[in-house]
């Protein structure tokens, strides 16, 4: 239910509030699905990527083809979300590994969307709001997003689980 | 778990992703959705830009920025209607009828986005149709891409893929403006290669067929720098744009009557 307001409300704060810093800002929605992969799986990720792109693609001023963000995001986010089945990567993440996670989850969501753009909508390539772009989100919130997903998995480590959350929690923390 | 459903649903959502795409692209632009986008998240944008408004000035201010805008408005138009007059030549006869017809609508800038793109706060509601001039107390700011109900989307003048047709102030030299990518600086070339032409010179938008998308007279910038290359085609040069078009605020539209 949280999460679905967030992919509703995170559109309207990009556009009225991170884009208007003076030095760009980070890319929540990118941040968002990466971090909902990396917690909660591919099918989550996945899921998530989706609804997430549609609603970045349809908020004005939004003016690029409909469904570009929602593919690019989408395949972010199944892929980040496979960390849980790859049998090596099922171990426990450390920190780091998370972070090295993030940050390539967020770099590679950038860059198809960018992508899609030039290709689809032949935007000009543009270096500059491009490296905005990738300092905050890929850089500055990746680093965030570990922190809150690592401080979440303590969290739910140290508190007891309700048995209907034990499947989820399975896949992302395996005991 | 099962893993197969790991693989089903992903792959169904990217295949529907992919169709999306594929329909907005190549089939029929899917305006109904982008419309009930704009109600939707227009109006709530629109509530944030109000909200921020009040909070951050009072209301006088507010009332006195809209009283210069319009005033800036009609003055352009009479500016527009004394070069008409003055210079027939320049516009084509029918653009003189447009002029009875014409006013401004003033708008608030409400959300920014990433690719030179921004939304205002009036829509086809208020008149506003696509391809419309937006200008705003300093200069020009760009052009309305699309209009929804409640909120337009404007294309800015430093947007790599527009063009606007020029004409200097002085000399009445006549060329084109185009964005330069992610430096908010716009190129300028002048079609006549041995023009005059120096740092500090004024730019202002020469009008388009119909007057759509830019209305003539509308201030852009002025030269910072002049590329001497000898042999080309065109005068070059670097103009900064006069409007600020990372901060704005209160914009005007245009509206010309179809």
């Known amino acids: 239910m949280r999460l679905a307001l967030l992919v509703a409300v995170l559109p309207l704060l990009q556009v009225t509030m991170a884009d208007r810093l003076p030095w760009g800002g980070p890319d929540l929605m990118v941040l968002a699905v990466v971090g909902v992969a990396l917690a909660r799986g591919p099918l989550w990720g996945a899921a998530y990527g989706f609804a997430g792109g549609l609603a970045v693609d349809l908020a004005p001023p939004a003016d690029h083809t409909i469904g570009l963000s929602a593919l690019a995001f989408c395949l972010t986010g199944f892929v980040c979300g496979l960390r849980d089945l790859i049998p090596a990567a099922s171990d426990r993440p450390s920190a780091p590994r998370i972070l090295a996670m993030a940050a390539t989850g967020t770099y590679l969501a950038l860059i198809l969307q960018t992508a899609g753009r030039m290709l689809l909508d032949h935007a000009p390539w543009d270096p500059v709001s491009m490296f905005q772009a990738m300092a905050w989100t890929v850089a500055g919130g990746s680093l965030v997003l570990t922190g809150l997903l690592v401080l979440g998995d303590r969290r739910t480590r140290s508190r007891r689980v309700e048995p209907r959350r034990i499947a989820a929690l399975s896949r992302s923390v395996r005991v | ?258």
């Open chain 2, 1 to 258: 778990m099962n893993r197969r459903r790991f693989v089903r649903v992903p792959l169904a959502l990217l295949v529907a992703a992919g169709a999306l795409v594929a329909v907005d692209r190549y089939v029929t632009p899917l305006t109904p959705l982008r419309a009930a986008a704009s109600i939707a998240y227009g109006t709530a944008e629109n509530a944030i830009g109000s909200l921020t408004r009040r909070w951050g000035d009072s209301g006088r201010v507010q009332t006195l920025e809209q009283e210069n805008a319009r005033l800036r408005a009609d003055l352009l138009t009479a500016q527009t209607q004394r070069d008409v007059s003055g210079r027939q030549s320049a516009l084509s006869a029918s653009s003189a009828t447009w002029l009875a017809g014409r006013r401004s609508v003033s708008a608030h800038v409400v959300a920014i986005g990433r690719d030179q793109r921004v939304t205002i706060d009036a829509g086809t509601r208020d008149g506003l149709t696509p391809d419309l001039t937006v200008f705003d107390a300093s200069g020009l700011v760009g052009r309305v891409t699309w209009a929804g109900p409640v909120t337009s989307t404007v294309a800015l003048a430093t947007d790599a893929a527009s063009s606007v047709g020029v004409r200097m102030a002085g000399s009445d030299e006549v060329g084109l403006v185009t964005g330069i990518p992610g430096q908010g600086l716009l190129k300028l070339s002048l079609l006549r290669p041995d023009a005059p032409l120096k740092p500090g010179d004024q730019v202002v938008t020469m009008g388009s067929q119909n007057l759509r998308p830019y209305v003539p007279g509308v201030p852009v910038g002025t030269v910072v720098s002049v590329e001497n290359t000898p042999g080309t085609a065109t005068r070059t040069a670097v103009v900064r744009p006069y409007a600020r078009l990372s901060a704005l605020n209160l914009v005007a539209v245009v509206v010309v009557g179809t």
